[in-house]
């Protein structure tokens, strides 16, 4: 997902009204895996909004988010238009968990993405704009380029971030995966939500 110009909007017009329901929450090996439905993945650290982020694009308090890290512990199918699935991922690195808890959650992730069960339509990759890339995000974009599976980073939280401190942690997002499309996002603030939306609700077919 690159070489699209995000500064003009939307070329498209997506629904922004769609029927979504939690579908499934899975641990492992699912039919839902081979419903023969895309699935958009969203990936990222603990805490970053990931499960935010899904509820700004589908328009409900559909995934349960928290103050909380770490509250995200199953592979949470969330169907859309009938169409398809989003797919809220758990959150990795989060510090002050138990490493056996922050073990299975890493193999859990792994599974998802290398297991050879889903192949996911694109990953979001979620990032906290004032973090930037960590060590983790880097692995898991390791992952995604060995399983071939397309990756967008959302650099989210961006309205916590002044427009020259925002300027500045996109560039250094941009240096470390210059080919990987980066979108500055908010999901509290809806930033660029509209635009996210209707290049996700393509790949699903809506
Ligand atoms: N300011 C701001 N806060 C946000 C934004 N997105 C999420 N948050 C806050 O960040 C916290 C974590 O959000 P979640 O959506 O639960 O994060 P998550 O990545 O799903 O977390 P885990 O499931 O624990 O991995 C909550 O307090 C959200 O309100 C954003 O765009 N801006
Ligand atoms: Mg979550």
């Not at 499934?24 to 699935?39: C, E, N």
């Not at 004032?130 to 071939?148: C, N, P, Q, S, Y």
Request: glycine share 10%; hydrophobic share 40%.
């Amino acid at each position: 997902m690159k070489n699209e110009n995000h500064k003009k909007g939307n070329s498209r017009h997506a629904p922004t009204q769609v029927r979504a329901v939690f579908a499934r929450g899975i641990r492992g090996s699912d039919p839902i895996l081979h419903d023969g439905k895309p699935q958009v993945a969203f990936v990222g650290r603990s805490n970053v909004g990931k499960s935010s982020t899904i509820n700004a694009l589908l328009g409900a308090g559909l995934a349960r988010t928290s103050a909380t890290p770490g509250k995200t512990q199953e592979i949470n199918f969330f169907e859309v238009a009938g169409k398809g699935y989003f797919v809220d991922l758990p959150g990795y690195g989060y510090a002050k968990m138990p490493e056996k808890e922050k073990e299975k959650i890493r193999k859990h992730i792994l599974w998802y993405l290398a297991g050879g069960e889903a192949r996911p339509k694109v990953l979001v990759l979620i990032l906290d704009v004032r973090v930037g890339v960590t060590d983790h995000d880097r692995d898991l974009v390791r992952i995604a380029r060995d399983e071939k599976h397309p990756v967008l980073l959302l650099a989210n939280k961006a309205d916590k971030l002044t427009k020259n401190e925002r300027g500045t942690a996109l560039a250094c997002i941009a240096d470390e995966f210059p080919e990987i499309e980066c979108i500055p996002f908010s999901a509290t603030k809806k930033e660029n939500v509209g635009l996210v939306r209707s290049r996700l609700f393509q790949l699903l077919g809506i």
